[in-house]
């Protein structure tokens, strides 16, 4: 009788935690931490998922209203921000990973920031 089996012995796994030494710079060490930090918030990640719906909820859903109220904005920025919340809703209920739900709040933060700072300015 044949037994397949799934995981492979610790004797014949590959070491993939090698470290090329060409590719220390500076900003790809700096990545590198980024991701080891993302990496280890996996366990937290509901607790991220709940910290970008309130912060965006008392943060930034009211950036539309107070640009187009005292800056005459475009109804454009209104759209960006409700895309930008339901994109952060659906990352964090749909499954995805720590890094894509960190890096669309990210994203989310400096448009955001870019969008107060554009017609502020």
């Not at 590959?14 to 930090?37: D, R, S």
């Not at 990496?39 to 509901?46: F, H, I, L, R, Y």
Request: hydrophobic fraction near 55%; charge should be neutral.
């Amino acid at each position: 009788m044949a037994t397949l089996k799934i995981n492979a012995p610790e004797w014949t796994a590959e070491n993939t935690n090698t470290v090329n030494t060409a590719n220390t710079q500076a900003g790809n060490n700096t990545w590198n931490k980024l991701m080891a930090f993302a990496d280890s918030q996996a366990p937290n990640k509901t607790v991220w998922f709940m910290f970008s719906l309130v912060s965006q909820g008392v943060l930034f859903l009211p950036v539309p209203a107070f640009l187009l109220y005292y800056y005459n904005a475009p109804i454009a920025v209104l759209v960006v921000t409700l895309v930008l919340f339901f994109a952060n809703v659906i990352a964090g209920m749909g499954g995805s990973g720590i890094r894509t739900l960190l890096g669309v709040f990210a994203f989310s933060v400096l448009v955001h920031i870019t969008m107060l700072l554009v017609f502020m300015l």
